[in-house]
């Protein structure tokens, strides 16, 4: 595989003398868009090799990206896919819904209350009842073997001399590859996706590194979460209309906005070289493009561009 970067610049980047690419996760699949590829290849080679293509069922919101992924990764390879869904069936069905059941994925809707809950044995013991038999990925498909193959994308960057990297976090299985793989001299930033602390943050990092028996690498900065997750606000929603249709509105966008901070305050010195791992998500787009429509026309105070 290639994984393609482009070179990006904007006033504020020439100002400050930067050198910034974006690393093109969200190029290379059509559908299976960004690190979900990345999280999805170990189990979808597994069951391939092993030749019983084994259901595959996991878990996500209604405008899942990992859910949509794995539906079209069921699709291309035939295996049959399960999606629990959280919430109530929209009616009709959202375009990501639409997507993945086009592409044969089962859905199973469930509670709010009951989804918090999945983890549970009994929880589990009764989609196993209702389903036979099926693997079960985590969440985001973050697993340790998802977290090896994230470490492994930088061994398919034409160009890995960064002084820096940032990255988003959901459930921090990508974040945490790339802090495994990353090059020695080059620092990782980590923005969160949702609203969590710093701290909390990199305990989820370490935890997955711990899960890997490794230790924490050196070089890793780790920011606070400043918003909720899924909540596109007016300052994010003018920042998306900087650069339309190149970030997704729930990860990446807020990884920019972070950078854009962090290079108005002088925290890379001139002559830096940045990457911006672009993680995919354009189709979650579909689900809050009238929103960031709506709301960047409301946005007053001057952005940090
Ligand atoms: C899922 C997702 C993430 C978060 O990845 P984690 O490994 O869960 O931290 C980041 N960016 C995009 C576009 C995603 O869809």
């Not at 490794?214 to 929603?237: C, I």
Request: glycine share 8%; with cysteine.
């Amino acid at each position: 595989m290639h994984i393609s970067s482009s070179s990006y610049s904007n006033a504020l980047i020439r100002q400050k003398c930067l050198d910034v690419s974006i690393i093109r996760l969200d190029l290379c699949h059509p559908q299976i868009s960004g690190n979900k590829w990345f999280k999805l290849e170990p189990v979808l080679k597994r069951s391939l090799d092993s030749g019983k293509r084994r259901p595959l069922l996991s878990f996500g919101g209604c405008y899942s990206n990992h859910l949509h992924a794995l539906a079209y990764a069921g699709y291309h390879y035939g295996i049959a896919t399960i999606g629990v869904v959280r919430g109530e069936m929209p009616s009709p069905l959202n375009p990501t819904l639409q997507d993945a059941e086009s592409w044969g994925m089962k859905l199973h809707f469930v509670s709010r209350l009951e989804y918090r809950n999945k983890t549970h044995p009994d929880f589990t013991q009764a989609l196993y009842e209702q389903f036979g038999d099926f693997e079960l990925i985590p969440e985001g498909g973050s697993s340790p073997e998802a977290v090896l193959s994230c470490a492994n994308i930088w061994s398919f960057l034409a160009e890995s001399d960064f002084d820096y990297a940032l990255c988003p976090l959901g459930t921090g299985a990508t974040a945490a590859g790339l802090l495994l793989g990353k090059p020695r001299d080059c620092h990782l930033v980590v923005v969160p996706a949702l609203q969590i602390s710093a701290q909390e943050a990199r305990s989820i990092l370490s935890q997955h590194l711990t899960e890997m028996s490794v230790s924490m690498p050196e070089g890793l900065t780790v920011l606070d979460g400043s918003s909720p997750y899924g909540k596109v606000n007016a300052e994010l929603a003018s920042l998306w209309y900087k650069n339309p249709n190149l970030w997704d509105p729930l990860y990446t966008l807020k990884m920019y906005q972070a950078f854009c901070r962090l290079a108005m305050s002088d925290t890379f010195p001139h002559g830096s070289r940045v990457a911006l791992f672009h993680t995919g998500g354009m189709q979650g787009l579909r689900g809050c493009k009238s929103r960031i429509e709506r709301l960047a026309p409301e946005f007053q105070g001057p952005l940090p561009l």
